[in-house]
């Protein structure tokens, strides 16, 4: 069994790795560096290490390249590629439509496709189809599924084996081999009805974290103005055993996912002339919370940044990764530029970042923690400046939220 993967990002190397165990795995990628880094077994992405990589190649079951050519003869093609938001914050499915390309104007039998990008429903049966279809040079009879991705980079407790997926075809057969491939590697499979529960599934489960996530953050305003801690009050709350689930506020939501999928959610609800007025509101909530920060920060510093040496400290967009896709961090920096502050970051996970490197951790006279990788020491960022404020709750003796 030979199969493609179309892009090799966190998503597309991560099945990679697993499904070379099983089958020869042809990861192909439009970036010709992170090909060519793949190829001699250096990972860039923390799930996926090296050593195993390498092992991968060695044992000439897994291959990346940049060639389409090079997937002609897959019997399984599973599509990882990004969807973004456009400028105009709109589903993006350029990405998907250049793989649907890759795959028509490669494949001259038969094959098993797989959607594992995120996007809303109706996008496997409405858009990957036909867009293949469009491209292919003869006209073939593909089947076509979707296995939404739920993979959480960094998270070790929770893997490509044991967390649960879902999956669906167009057709019964399609399905059925879904089930075959998806088994060698992952313990949980759960079927669904159709593809389009598959892909509101994914969705849902992303906006349900933005809007809980907006929530709480509003309520970390409410908390302050009400002078009680939010911290201690989510606590409170966390002893009932049933009907709370607990978040935990922060600068704003970042990564690939939660600032992007509930706006696809949105886009296909509005288009439908349903109303999504909750979820776009948890989005400014969630993208004013960087503004509110900053607010704070000022407040507590006299009403004046002007001048002022701010270190940002982390800058990825959670802790112990290095993505800084969406970051809120990047709000912070330029509210904080914006008041006149001469801001520097501090992030050694992520290294370089927009054309500028990790600043030492010391030397400021404000530090404003966004991210709290493990690796840094809590002692360490408390003397790095006089104040030092602390949008993550774990920085105990530090101002915050
Ligand atoms: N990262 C996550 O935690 C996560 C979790 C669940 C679902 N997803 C979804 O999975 C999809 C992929 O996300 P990701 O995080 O792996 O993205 P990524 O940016 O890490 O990787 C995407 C890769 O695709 C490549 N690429 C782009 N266009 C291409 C094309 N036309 N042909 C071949 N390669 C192409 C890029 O060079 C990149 O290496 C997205 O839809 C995302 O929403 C991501």
Redesign the pocket.
């Known amino acids: 069994m030979k199969v493609a993967i179309?892009?090799?990002?966190?998503?597309?190397l991560t099945i990679s790795a697993f499904a070379a165990e099983h089958f020869d795995v042809v990861g192909?990628?439009?970036?010709q560096l992170?090909v060519d880094q793949l190829n001699q077994g250096i990972s860039h992405i923390e799930g996926v290490k090296n050593s195993l990589l390498v092992k991968r190649v060695k044992s000439g079951r897994y291959k990346a390249t940049t060639r389409g050519s090079e997937i002609a003869g897959s019997n399984i093609v599973v599509i990882?590629?990004?969807?973004p938001l456009t400028k105009e914050r709109n589903p993006d499915l350029s990405?998907i439509e250049?793989?649907c390309k890759?795959i028509g104007q490669n494949l001259s039998a038969p094959a098993l496709v797989i959607n594992?990008?995120?996007s809303f429903p109706g996008t496997l049966r409405g858009f990957i189809k036909p867009a293949i279809e469009k491209y292919s040079l003869a006209p073939l009879e593909h089947m076509y599924a979707i296995s939404?991705?739920?993979?959480?980079?960094g998270r070790s407790d929770f893997n490509q084996r044991n967390t649960p997926r879902l999956y669906s075809g167009l057709t019964r057969e399609a399905a059925s081999k879904t089930r075959d491939f998806y088994s060698k590697f992952c313990e949980n499979l759960i079927e669904v009805s159709s593809p389009e529960v598959a892909e509101a599934a994914k969705l849902f489960e992303n906006t349900f974290r933005q809007v809980n996530i907006a929530l709480v953050n509003e309520f970390a305003q409410i908390a302050h103005t009400l002078g009680i801690s939010v911290y201690e009050t989510l606590d409170a709350a966390n002893t009932k055993p049933y009907g709370f689930m607990k978040f935990t506020p922060s600068a704003g939501v970042g990564?690939?996912?939660i600032p992007?999928?509930p706006t696809y959610l949105a886009a296909v609800a509005e288009e439908h002339g349903a109303p999504a007025t909750f979820i776009r509101r948890a989005n400014e909530v969630n993208l004013e919370m960087s503004e509110y920060i900053v607010r704070r920060v000022v407040e507590d510093n006299g009403g004046n940044l002007q001048g002022r040496r701010v270190l940002v400290v982390g800058v990825a967009y959670k802790p112990n990764v290095a993505d800084v896709r969406e970051t809120a961090a990047k709000l912070v920096i330029e509210h904080l530029r914006s008041k006149g502050a001469v801001v520097s970051w501090h992030d050694d996970v992520v290294g370089n970042w927009k054309g500028e490197s990790s600043a030492p951790l010391q030397g400021a006279d404000i530090a404003v923690v966004v991210t709290k990788h493990d690796s840094v020491d809590e002692k360490k960022i408390l003397a790095s400046a006089p104040y030092v404020f602390d949008t993550t709750g774990k920085v105990s003796g530090a101002k915050g939220l």
């Open positions: 179309i892009g090799q990002g966190y998503v597309g192909f990628d439009s970036n992170i990882a590629v990004p969807t990405y250049s793989a890759t594992e990008s995120t939404p991705e739920r993979v959480d980079p990564g690939h996912c992007v999928d």
